[in-house]
């Protein structure tokens, strides 16, 4: 089973302390904001453990931030699975709800969403708190990754709608891949989970940026592997063994392979950037705290690498069942 592939992580990260009592008042949240509506749902989402994704990719937030933190992380994992169960009809009720989401951060502190159903309303409520203390520079940031995020998974479902969902080549999937996974703005949130920020001209510098981008694809490819068999059986061609099985004709197996051997590399690449860093930040002339910045900024990304990946090992989320019970979160 691909959930049972293990990597060999050089990264020994943290879970945070504060992580049964923030799941507690977050599962209280879940229910009362409906974003499940049924038993059935609320039983398939608490399988997920996203309160232990949370717990690991921002071990240093403290209790109540890491509340805001597991409500925020449950929006794109249920978003996403609003069209991820082969309705392409929903296509246009989902870009309407994507448009909403994508806009809360740019409106003033407090709207109203404009269109209304749990998701947005939840979002709404959560972007209060998320961007609580933050600067206008990362509030910026942080809303142009979210953004690309869901206007990805937007293109996704129009693929689907047109019957051409399986088609991307190796390099498309690639880059695409690197904008549905939605690691950009996740590292961004490591950020606010300590309430510092990475230099701007670190963020810019491009060495940092083809960091981001390897972890994108390091956690997106493991992630492919590890939910392989449950999308398999659902017919969903968004996946890493599913392209290199279909561009390279080759068995499974060997497809499986090559996304392994794929995985490691981009981890490895990683690896020898992140040696770079202390040489940037002589380049770049900082001083000893914007150089602690860059430091934790780093931390984030290497939480958000081994947290992501130990949760996925475990997740009832990537677990082959016959049937979604997943609720219907688009309706008013």
């Not at 499940?36 to 949370?54: H, I, K, N, T």
């Not at 020898?272 to 202390?278: G, K, T």
């Not at 914007?290 to 780093?298: F, S």
Request: charged letters at 30%.
């Amino acid at each position: 089973m691909p959930q049972d592939v293990t990597f060999d992580l050089p990264f020994d990260t943290p879970v945070s302390e504060h992580l049964e009592y923030a799941r507690a008042r977050h599962l209280r949240w879940i229910w009362d904001m409906g974003l499940v509506r049924s038993q059935a749902g609320f039983e398939e989402y608490r399988s997920w453990d996203l309160p232990q994704a949370a717990a690991r990719t921002y071990p240093h937030a403290s209790a109540a931030d890491m509340v805001v933190l597991m409500n925020w992380f449950s929006l794109a994992f249920l978003f996403d699975d609003q069209f991820d169960a082969n309705r392409p009809d929903r296509a246009d009720r989902i870009l309407e709800v994507a448009r909403e989401l994508i806009v809360t951060p740019l409106r003033p502190a407090g709207s109203r969403p404009r269109v209304v159903c749990p998701i947005t309303v939840a979002w709404a409520d959560v972007w209060n708190h998320l961007s609580d203390g933050m600067s206008l520079t990362w509030r910026t940031r942080f809303a142009a990754s979210w953004g690309r995020f869901l206007v990805a998974h937007c293109e996704e479902v129009d693929l689907a709608a047109r019957g051409i969902a399986g088609t991307l080549d190796l390099d498309e999937y690639t880059e695409f891949r690197r904008r549905t996974v939605g690691i950009h703005h996740s590292i961004d949130a490591g950020e606010r989970s300590r309430g510092f920020e990475v230099p701007a001209q670190v963020q810019a510098h491009p060495l940092m940026e083809r960091m981001r981008d390897l972890a994108a694809d390091t956690i997106g490819f493991m992630n492919d592997i590890h939910s392989f068999e449950r999308e398999r059986r659902r017919g969903d061609g968004h996946n890493l063994i599913a392209v290199l099985h279909r561009e390279r004709h080759c068995s499974w197996e060997a497809a499986a392979d090559e996304a392994y051997r794929m995985t490691n590399d981009r981890l490895a690449e990683y690896l020898e950037l992140e040696a770079q860093v202390p040489r940037m930040c002589d380049e770049l002339g900082l001083d000893e705290n914007e150089r602690l910045r860059v430091h934790q900024g780093v931390e984030a990304i290497q939480h958000w690498i081994n947290g992501n990946y130990e949760w996925a090992l475990v997740s009832g989320r990537y677990e082959v069942k016959k049937e979604s019970s997943v609720d219907d979160l688009l309706a008013v």
